[in-house]
């Protein structure tokens, strides 16, 4: 252990608090000045009087929240360092969705690096996550736990166009979360040259036609609106996970259940969610990716917050990193 | 090997019946005869030894990763197959390529613990994840993927030419590697070691009393029973006798203190009670015997085993199951007259003239190890499972009580990464500062209450002690149980019977939950 923890970064009510830097970061109630790392609903929540994200991310919030999404908004880049009351931030690439973004936080030559939500594998939606040297380190822990170990994403979503060519009678219905994932598997179904229209529960269309006007590119999507009854069967819906199980979802008759997340690794949860085809597809550091972070970006320190923080920090701690549990309350413990 | 993997994988992904028994159907199918039999043992739990105890595999998965890493994970994970599946840490995966009656033959060869822990840990080693967790649901038996024997039965049915009661029959007889019954189920002779009269046979269940039903029948139409709160069980008279449990299991030797020895075949159906000085005692002193293998002298006089005898399926060459229970009641009789054994009786009948007062007898009952009672139609035949206008279980109005949740832990199974096991408690005394726990309850809240359940658990720890949470005094649950007793196990100094959550009181402040004198006096 060779430094003290910083004293200049605070827990509040509303989150978590760079007294320097007087803002906020991903926090939970409105707060005069937040610093959002992506466009989640449980990191970017409305009303706050301003805001300071990339512009990917400040585009969503518009999108999602209309006029609530804030007063006023300050555009983060690359390439420049900006000075916030009397710290400097700079962004990095989070490689966890379209438009997130790590906070590196820079206070009396003090390096804080706020990863938000990230992963390591290559995702054609976002920018890779890069890694740079800080002092403290706070990472997710969602999948901090060794059992978790993603497999490659395309083995999985070959899984999806096999099932789809083996049950040509039936519809396909894939739980996806709205911003991020659905984009992302149809993404790669387009890679291993799957070319059917893919139709989408009305929920995920807004944020579809997002990615597609930024020059992400999703081949044809339709709403399934404007599919009729006698044509579900051979098709490929997406919808959100919480549809998999309710009313809307019983329009459809014969039908393969499918939920793309990396909770599907563990087969209970398949079960508990009557999943029939689970596919592992995490936008989460796994295990692995997590300590290979930890690894490249060398800090003194590593905080843990939302998700399975008792395992990392116990893992760390034995590694000889100075590691504790944030604790922040409000992020969803188990969504993705 | 990998067909039988892929078949578990399966089986817990599918939801519906109909395609289970599909899946099992095309397996049995596609399958050679030994891979059917062994995948057959495996699947209905008759495998004949155990090959690795839970601690043996716990320390196996801690010594390839890390004790910590290990507890962290099987915590959330919630199965142990599973958790080491995932954890095993290997550099050399790959699919293993080996028949299952091969894998099955050469573990069933290893009279060496150790031996078999090597060949073990080589074979994780090459294995997908897939195929470790399938491996380590064999060698530790109680697969739970969802497959009951009737479903499997009906899969036989399907692939062979035996009609469902003929396999019913002799199901319990085949024995390892069950490839004796494949070759029966394609038209072959029953193997000869199979002797129909030392096999059990399957019990007749009671169905839940409904009151609406019950308005229009006649009482005369009906018999009325106790039901004691001891333990299902079938006896074999003959000179072979045999004990069966509930679930087929036999007991024989944990209960050697009943007379099965007698020159001829009875089979007979009751409850195995302890009694003393003519008095039936509690579950919890039966609790003592159940799974003794060899009681010593004295547990068997401390807790003398009785066995009340309530129906009969064979006498001798007569198979009373299709006799009526008024003729069966009659040879039951008749053999206990006979015999004259000093441990075991009839079970008497009630005397009662409308369902209101076999409701009040039922209520009032003193005998406090009474369960309720049970109603069974006269004409009714002896038949497998729950069957209409058959027999009828009318349970004793359950205590209620309010209590405090105070600890939480994550459930298994289905219920993985849930917190739905709760420990309750109430007051230590009428000054209201300090709890003791009472019990402990995993069920009676629906899917939704879970969900509430295990929210509230979260935004109300105050401390975790391993997998356990202790949890903020604050929520109150309404807690039924059948029966409650004394024990010196429990801190509380009282025990309560199947105990479980009939509702979630979100509004009613702790102050208002009785203290441990209140749930003293309950027991008298």
């Known amino acids: ?162 099932s789809i060519k083996a049950n040509v009678n039936k519809t396909h219905l894939i739980g996806v979360y709205a911003l991020g994932k659905c984009q992302r598997l149809i993404t790669l179904l387009r890679n291993l040259g799957y070319d059917e229209t893919i139709y989408l529960h009305g929920a995920l269309t807004k944020i579809s036609d997002f990615y597609s006007k930024n020059n992400i590119k999703l081949g044809n999507i339709s709403n399934i609106s404007e599919c009729s009854r006698s044509e579900y069967a051979n098709k490929l819906v997406l919808c959100p996970p919480s549809s998999l199980n309710d009313k809307w979802s019983q329009k459809f008759k014969n039908v393969v259940k499918g939920y793309a997340s990396g909770w599907m690794r563990i087969r209970q949860r398949v079960k508990q969610k009557n999943i029939e085809l689970p596919l592992i597809l995490s936008d989460h550091a796994d295990w692995g990716e997590i300590l290979k972070t930890v690894n490249d970006v060398n800090p003194n320190e590593v905080l843990v917050t939302h998700g399975r923080e008792e395992a990392l920090v116990h893992y760390l701690t034995k590694k000889n990193f100075k590691s504790s549990a944030l604790n922040l309350i409000g992020f969803e413990d188990e969504n993705e | 090997m990998n067909d039988f993997v892929e078949l578990l994988n399966d089986l817990i992904l599918s939801p519906s019946r109909k395609k289970k028994i599909n899946l099992l159907k095309i397996f049995f199918c596609k399958s050679n005869l030994k891979d059917k039999g062994w995948a057959f043992c495996i699947l209905t739990n008759r495998m004949d030894r155990k090959f690795l105890s839970v601690k043996e595999l716990k320390e196996l998965i801690i010594e390839n990763s890390d004790e910590d890493l290990f507890r962290f994970s099987y915590d959330y994970v919630g199965d142990l197959a599973e958790t080491i599946s995932l954890l095993w840490r290997t550099n050399n995966e790959k699919n293993t390529k080996i028949n299952l009656h091969e894998f099955m033959e050469l573990f069933s060869s290893f009279d060496q613990k150790n031996k078999l822990k090597t060949k073990l840990k080589s074979f994780l080693d090459r294995s997908s994840e897939n195929q470790r967790y399938a491996i380590i649901k064999i060698l530790t038996g109680g697969l739970r993927v969802g497959v009951s024997n009737g479903l499997i039965k009906e899969a036989l049915k399907l692939s062979g030419v035996r009609e469902k009661s003929e396999i019913e029959e002799f199901w319990h007889g085949f024995k390892l590697p069950c490839t004796d019954l494949f070759e029966w189920l394609d038209g072959k002779e029953l193997p000869k070691y199979i002797n129909r009269k030392k096999l059990f046979n399957s019990f007749m269940l009671a169905n839940n009393y409904n009151s609406n039903e019950f308005k229009t029948y006649k009482t005369d139409d009906y018999i009325a029973e106790f039901k004691w709160d001891g333990i299902r069980a079938q006896i074999i008279f003959s000179e072979d006798g045999k004990i069966f449990s509930r679930n087929g ?276």
């Open chain 2, 249 to 524: 299991e036999d007991i024989t030797n944990s209960f050697c203190d009943i007379n099965t020895f007698i020159k001829g075949y009875f089979v007979v159906d009751g409850e195995i009670v302890v009694k003393k000085n003519n008095k039936v005692l509690s579950f919890n002193h039966l609790q003592k015997r159940i799974g003794r293998k060899n009681p010593s002298k004295k547990l068997i006089d401390d807790y003398p085993i009785h066995f009340i005898a309530y129906d009969i399926l064979f006498y001798t060459n007569v198979d009373c199951r299709t006799l009526s229970l008024i003729e069966r009641k009659k040879y039951l009789n008749r053999f206990i007259n006979i015999y004259k054994f000093n441990n075991i009786s009839t079970s008497s009948l009630i005397k009662f003239s409308s369902w209101d007062q076999l409701q009040n007898i039922k209520e009032t009952s003193l005998n406090n190890h009474i369960e309720g009672v049970i109603i069974k139609k006269k004409t009714s035949l002896y038949k497998k499972g729950r069957v209409i206008e058959g027999w009828y279980k009318w349970k004793r109005n359950p205590f209620s009580v309010d209590f405090i949740i105070m600890y939480a832990q994550r459930g298994h199974g289905k219920r993985s990464s849930f917190y739905s096991d709760f420990t309750f408690g109430c007051w230590v005394d009428e000054q209201l500062t300090k709890l003791v726990p009472v019990g402990k309850a995993y069920s009676g809240y629906t899917n939704d209450e879970l969900k509430s359940l295990d929210r509230w658990v979260r935004n109300n720890t105050v401390e975790r002690f391993g997998p356990v949470r202790s949890l903020k005094p604050g929520l109150v649950v309404e807690v039924s149980f059948d029966n409650i007793n004394y024990s010196s196990r429990h801190k509380s100094g009282v025990a309560l019977r199947f105990p479980r959550f009939t509702r979630i009181r979100w509004d009613k402040p702790i102050s208002e939950v009785c203290s441990l004198k209140y749930i003293k006096d309950l027991i008298n």
């Open chain 1, 1 to 162: 252990m060779r430094k003290t923890n910083i004293n200049w970064l605070k827990k509040k009510r509303e989150g978590l608090y760079c007294v320097p830097g007087n803002f906020f970061i991903d926090p939970v109630l409105p707060v005069e000045k937040a610093l959002i790392t992506h466009a989640h609903t449980d990191h970017a929540r409305p009303n706050n009087k301003s805001i300071f994200s990339s512009k990917e991310t400040i585009e969503l919030m518009h999108l999602r929240y209309g006029e609530s999404y804030c007063s006023d908004f300050q555009i983060a880049r690359f390439d420049e360092k900006i000075k916030i009351n009397d710290v400097t931030v700079q962004i990095l690439p989070a490689g966890h969705i379209f438009g997130s973004i790590q906070f590196l936080i820079n206070y009396k030559g003090y390096r804080l690096l706020i990863s938000g939500d990230y992963k390591r594998t290559k995702d054609k939606t976002c920018l890779s996550y890069e890694p740079v040297k800080c002092d403290t380190f706070i990472t997710e822990a969602t999948f901090g736990l060794p059992i978790f170990n993603h497999p490659n994403d395309e083995s999985e979503v070959k899984k999806l166009i096999k």
